[in-house]
């Protein structure tokens, strides 16, 4: 185990990031700041949504199907999901 002591002795590595200028200390694959990570993230799953077969997905009779339940529990809340 590494304490406080070891690890000054070794000297804080710093890292820049690799899309903005932001330094953070060293750890072992991590390539970008926490900020560039969670915009890199938002922006993947962002992309991930418009991809072929995830859309395909959603057009599937049982998706539509579900998605008119959904939609129709939501208009009718008194009604509830029941027919
Ligand atoms: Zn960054």
Do not use: H, W
Request: charged share 45%; aromatic share 10%; with cysteine.
């Amino acid at each position: 185990m590494i304490d406080k002591e070891t690890m000054k002795m070794n000297g804080e590595k710093l890292v820049k990031c690799e899309t903005c200028d932001e330094v953070f200390p060293y750890v072992p694959q991590k390539r970008f700041c926490t900020a560039c990570k969670k915009r890199r993230r938002y922006l993947r799953q962002k992309d991930y949504a418009k991809r072929d077969y995830v859309i395909a997905k959603r057009k599937t009779a049982e998706a539509i199907a579900k998605k008119k339940a959904y939609d129709y529990a939501r208009r009718n809340p008194s009604k509830g999901v029941e027919e």
